[in-house]
């Protein structure tokens, strides 16, 4: 009997293992296996079973056996299972790392590399002579590994208190005198355990027939002032009683102690909630509810866009419905782009929910996803709010799906597997008949195109609530800033003039600036050279606060040089600005306003941007400046002026996205102004101001966009009239990588059909990132079969031909170009 096994690998391809027939019948698919893979032994999954290979099969091949069942049964439902093979399938990935996916971090079991002495390693250290032809670091290794049973190359270090070089095991390894193993960490993620205390029932007559110490009765006493088990640890610090003090108790039988399961709750610091609101329904409200509800009886699968300008209220709306889910004991799921949005919403949700909403994200600690995941997986929790990752969520009776911001590029996933969740989660909503939500104020071309071909249901909210109107947007000429001050300013006049007016008045005011650092790039005077990550083909940015030059791709930081590195020349100039240097210039313009700032740099520490959002929503900040984790999802009723510096800095990338990317968050962030009783303003400063993308975001007008960027990827045949796919080369090999690219290019052009266009092969925009060099082919097709058709081809007949399919990444439907 044959097991059919995905690996959590960048391998599309499954491997067969052989099963007792016994264990055999018992197996499910998608079953956790542990299994030998080359050297190592990995968590696999079960994907199929056969009671006989393959005819294809290679006779001379070897099959190793399952070493052991993980799981009595399948952790991952037939529905997740069904929706893991539609992602891999669709989006060339993995199977084993989207069934992965499915379950939380932790959890699988890993093999590790050790050393272990031989006998002869043994025998070395007792025979003098044989010891005298080692180095002094090969017989501290071995003294080391002697009486131990395996260690790692980082454990032998902190023994030995020296460097250990890879070339020294392997010396040692080659004259037999220890050995490689491969142990496997079995300290796979579990649920979390304490020892806690209860006073037992009849505590009373067993304190009447003992002696007792004073510390004891303080013991009684606490415990029957609590309420339920108490943790030992807490007794033991606030009590001073010992273990020893009550297991005393325990054997006079006053006590008992136990094991408890403790939950790692990510929303125990809701614990003190805000009575819940319910907010009269607009008219608009209720068309669209009532309209979604009757749709909702038939239980079939229904997609809806739910266009509706920002502050309309489509908040209220999810929360609607979901409280209709629940009344039918139904599940919800809703997904929101950011991490940073996830609090608030959850918050929002608990108020009015209550404890039977769990989140999942990446910013979780792995134990909390591990109890959150179980939570979901039991039924205790019945609304699920996540970021990309919850679409795998283990909802047992899932029949709503949310998607918060749907247009959010924040969806798709750049490594392995790249999906796209909105699209994942519309695919998963069709396998369960499900209703489907998508909401935006600024929805994703192909979304809106889809809405008005019929393919998704269409809702619009057209009017904010309580009848707020829209903000005042302005936009501000930057070329005639210059020409009147005759020089670059960060802060407009009338910028400037506007946000003294709000503090004058005691308002809030948002500055958005999409590029974090102090300077965007040091630059000699002499030379015209720019200090470029050595990683990377990009400019290091300079982030004063660390006196760091950092490259925002890999993370490699220097030192300021003090001389230029080609020239020597002493002439380096600092140009341009991020959120760093924009802080100091409005805390030097406006010294009395407190100014805050919220950017990936800000937020390094957990919780960090919920205390950020807090304070300004509690108005302990009169001013916030940040990156795009402002623009979109919060809800600050005393913001009335929102400024917008280097607007058209994104209109510049080379991708066909650019003009929606920025339209959508110009949009966005204009939307955060005026959603209180006074009337908000948006400044925003560009030196485009005739690009169509600003005249639009300036009227509020999507539909006016549309048309026009529509016109656009038809006439150059970009989605939505097309499929793509970039198939994308990365080697640290320059030579390695422009053979593969050249390679799949020649196979494109040659088996692509009439409807086939192939643009490259050329380097990516971004030639160089981690040490890797980038060479992109993109691939244009009149539908999707066809696309997947040839990228297929490719792959198989590259294969063939010696490309290095590890080195090949296809992202199918990609949000970037770059």
Not at 109 to 114: A, Q
Not at 135 to 152: D, F, K, Q
Not at 488 to 504: F, G, P, T
Request: with cysteine; net charge positive.
């Amino acid at each position: 009997m044959f097991l059919e096994v995905a690996l959590p690998l960048s391998l599309q391809q499954t491997f067969y293992y052989r099963c007792l027939g016994s264990e055999f019948s018992q197996i499910q698919l998608g079953q956790r296996v542990l299994v030998p893979f080359k050297n190592r032994k990995l968590t696999g999954y079960v994907v199929n079973k056969h009671a006989q290979l393959p005819s294809d099969f290679p006779a001379k091949a070897s099959i190793k056996e399952v070493l052991e069942l993980l799981d009595k049964t399948t952790l991952i439902s037939s529905e997740l299972f069904r929706l893991s093979q539609w992602v891999s399938d669709y989006y060339f990935a993995s199977l084993g790392e989207v069934l992965r996916a499915c379950l939380p971090p932790g959890i699988n079991f890993r093999s590790k590399k050790k050393l272990s002495i031989t006998l002869k390693g043994t025998e070395a250290l007792r025979d003098r002579g044989h010891e005298s032809s080692l180095s002094l670091i090969e017989r501290n290794i071995l003294h080391v590994l002697a009486g131990r049973e395996s260690l790692n190359s980082r454990q032998l270090e902190n023994l030995t208190g020296c460097k250990i070089k890879e070339s020294d095991l392997r010396k040692l390894a080659c004259g037999n005198f220890v050995q490689f193993v491969q142990v496997v960490n079995e300290k796979a993620l579990s649920e979390k355990q304490r020892l806690v205390v209860v006073l037992r029932a009849d505590y009373r007559e067993a304190v009447k027939q003992t002696q007792l110490t004073s510390l004891q009765m303080s013991v009684i006493c606490a415990l029957e002032a609590s309420v339920g088990p108490v943790l030992i640890s807490e007794l033991q610090r606030e009590q001073g009683a010992s273990y020893s003090t009550l297991r005393s108790m325990e054997r006079k039988g006053i006590i008992r102690l136990w094991k408890d399961r403790i939950k790692r709750d990510p929303l125990k610091d809701l614990s003190h909630l805000p009575t819940p609101t319910y907010r009269e329904l607009t008219a608009e409200q209720r068309r669209a509810i009532e309209g979604i509800d009757v749709s909702m009886q038939s239980s079939d699968f229904l997609p809806v866009l739910v266009h509706g300008v920002t502050g309309s209220g489509k908040t209220e709306i999810y929360l609607s419905l979901i409280e209709r889910m629940l009344q039918r004991e139904k599940d919800s799921l809703v997904l929101v782009p950011e991490i940073g949005l996830t609090p608030h919403v959850a918050q929002e949700f608990r108020s009015r929910l209550g404890h039977a909403v769990a989140i999942l994200h990446s910013g979780l600690s792995d134990g909390e996803r591990f109890d959150e995941w179980w939570r979901i997986k039991r039924g205790e929790a019945k609304v699920v709010i996540g970021t990309r990752s919850a679409v795998f969520a283990p909802l047992q009776n899932l029949k709503l799906i949310v998607i918060d911001e749907e247009h959010d590029p924040s969806y798709k996933q750049h490594e392995s597997p790249r999906y796209h969740a909105r699209d994942t989660a519309l695919v998963r909503g069709k396998i369960l008949n499900a209703l489907v939500i998508l909401g935006s104020a600024t929805p994703a071309v192909e979304t809106f195109h889809n809405a008005g071909t019929g393919k998704y249901k269409y809702l619009r909210l057209a009017s904010r609530v309580h009848a707020r109107p829209l903000p005042e947007v302005k936009l501000v000429n930057m070329r005639m800033e210059f020409l009147e001050t005759g020089k670059r300013l960060i802060l407009s006049k009338v910028l400037r003039k506007a946000m003294q007016d709000r503090l004058d008045r005691n308002e809030q005011i948002l500055v958005l600036l999409n590029r974090r650092g102090f300077s965007a790039f040091v630059l000699c005077r002499s030379c015209g050279q720019n200090i470029q990550c050595k990683n990377c083909s990009i400019s290091l940015t300079y982030h004063k606060a660390k006196n760091i030059l950092l490259c925002h791709y890999c993370a490699y930081g220097q030192r300021v040089p003090e001389i230029c590195p080609r020239c020597r020349s002493e002439h380096l100039y600092f140009l341009g600005e991020g959120t760093e240097k924009v802080e100091a210039v409005l805390e030097k313009t406006f010294p009395n306003a407190r100014v805050g700032r919220l950017d990936r740099d800000s937020v390094q520490k957990k919780d960090a941007h919920a205390r950020i959002l807090s304070q300004f929503q509690n108005r302990e900040l009169d001013v916030l400046l940040g990156t795009q984790m402002i623009s979109k999802g919060h809800d600050f009723p005393h913001v009335t002026l929102v400024g917008i510096l280097s607007a058209d800095h994104t209109l510049s990338f080379p991708d066909f996205h650019s003009a929606e990317r920025t339209f959508q968050l110009l949009s966005q962030m204009s939307g955060r102004a005026g959603r209180g009783d006074v009337p908000g303003e948006v400044i925003i400063q560009t030196y485009y101001p005739e690009h169509y993308c600003l005249k639009f975001v300036a009227l509020h007008d999507y539909e006016g966009f549309y048309e026009k960027e529509i016109r656009f990827r038809k006439f150059m045949h970009y989605p939505p009239f097309t499929a793509l796919a970039n198939i994308l080369v990365r080697d640290k090999n320059l030579e390695s990588a422009a053979n593969s690219i050249n390679c799949l290019g020649n196979l494109a052009n040659q088996y692509a059909a009439e409807q086939i266009r192939i643009l490259g092969p050329t380097f990516s925009p971004l030639a160089r990132i981690k040490s890797e060099h980038r060479f992109q082919l993109i691939v244009k097709a009149k539908s999707r079969a066809c696309l997947r058709a040839v990228v297929r081809q490719c792959l198989r007949l590259g294969a063939e031909q010696g490309v290095d399919l590890r080195k090949v990444h296809i992202d199918i439907d990609p949000v970037s170009l770059m």
